[in-house]
């Protein structure tokens, strides 16, 4: 038995769990939803076939490990083909998990009864390194990043190299110059893997502020993702937004002032158009940023950013020297 409360978190807009709960009803839970939050019991679940009406990381890591340990054999379709989805896989295979087809949208587990412990590298984060290459360029600058897993970001770096960003990867190392990261984007849309990533669309549109001409992203994977725009314009950035789509003319001189990181990625975004501002930014609700970068005050000021922390909601970011 559990009971949980319902999700909370970054404001990106809707994030319905109903093909979490279907999945998991479809394998033997009671699930039961009260204003509060959610109230299941099972004994052990049993093999199914589940259809995902819509591609879904989430719920898609929600089925694989119910089924793991399911009697019987479960059969996932249309599943999300995101790396996050067949690298929990991998892991859950050196656990004993049988598992086959992860990486096509197609999944077959075979349930088992126990699973033994495993022995796994966490693999590095694409997005993470997609945002710092966002920071190259917004910062003009060069900078060397390890273990990164271009083959996982094709789509990023096919922009990348349209708005003028240079790079060049030797071995497990990734060179990257963005001096002439200026041009802007004529269009750029999100979507699933292994399309342009929803999570790299704020950091991008920080980048294009600085970028000479008009860009348009059109945010197609969740309808409120555009709330760092609206922070970039007290810095003097030139955004329209409607609708799902964003036009940014660039070329504004960004201003420094105080901002609020209301999620993750727009948070990250901010520290972004920080690096191109005037004068001092602070950026307030750092508490969204740390949860999905470890240490970017770190690595930012590594790379020669001068960034603070006076508290564990504040950042404050100074003009670059």
């Not at 990867?169 to 990734?174: A, E, I, R, S």
Request: glycine share 12%; hydrophobic share 40%; charged share 25%.
């Amino acid at each position: 038995k559990c009971r949980i409360g319902y999700p909370g978190g970054c404001t990106i807009g809707k994030r319905p769990i109903d093909f979490h709960l279907m999945a998991l009803r479809a394998l033997g839970a009671d699930v039961r939803e009260n204003a509060s939050g959610l109230d299941g019991e099972c004994v052990r679940f049993e093999g199914q076939d589940i259809v995902f009406p819509k591609s879904s990381v989430g719920a898609a890591q929600q089925a694989i490990l119910a089924a793991v340990l399911a009697k019987g054999v479960t059969h996932l379709y249309n599943c999300a083909k995101e790396p996050e989805v067949f690298w929990l896989c991998r892991y859950l295979k050196t656990m004993g998990a049988l598992i086959e087809g992860e990486e096509t949208g197609e999944i077959t587990i075979r349930g088992v009864d126990e699973l033994k412990g495993g022995d796994y590298r966490i693999p590095p984060d694409r997005i993470v390194a997609g945002t710092y290459l966002c920071a190259a360029a917004a910062a003009r600058s060069k900078i060397i990043l390890h273990n990164v897993p271009v083959e996982e970001l094709q789509s990023f770096m096919e922009v990348y190299r349209k708005i003028g960003g240079q790079y060049q990867v030797n071995g497990g190392t990734l060179e990257v110059n963005g001096k002439n990261a200026v041009r802007p984007a004529v269009l750029v849309e999100t979507e699933i893997y292994p399309g342009f990533p929803t999570d790299l669309q704020a950091p991008l549109m920080a980048v294009l502020t600085g970028a000479q001409g008009q860009s348009t992203i059109r945010e197609n994977i969740f309808d409120r993702r555009f709330g760092s725009a609206f922070q970039m314009k007290k810095m003097g950035a030139d955004i329209s937004v409607s609708g799902n789509q964003a036009i940014i003319r660039g070329g504004k001189t960004l201003k420094g002032t105080q901002v609020q990181a209301g999620d993750l990625r727009g948070g990250a975004a901010l520290l972004i158009a920080a690096l191109m501002a005037e004068g001092e930014t602070c950026v307030t609700g750092a508490g969204f940023i740390s949860r999905g970068y470890e240490h970017i005050c770190e690595d930012l000021r590594t790379l020669g950013c001068r960034i603070w922390q006076p508290g564990t909601e504040d950042l404050r970011i100074y003009e670059r020297k």
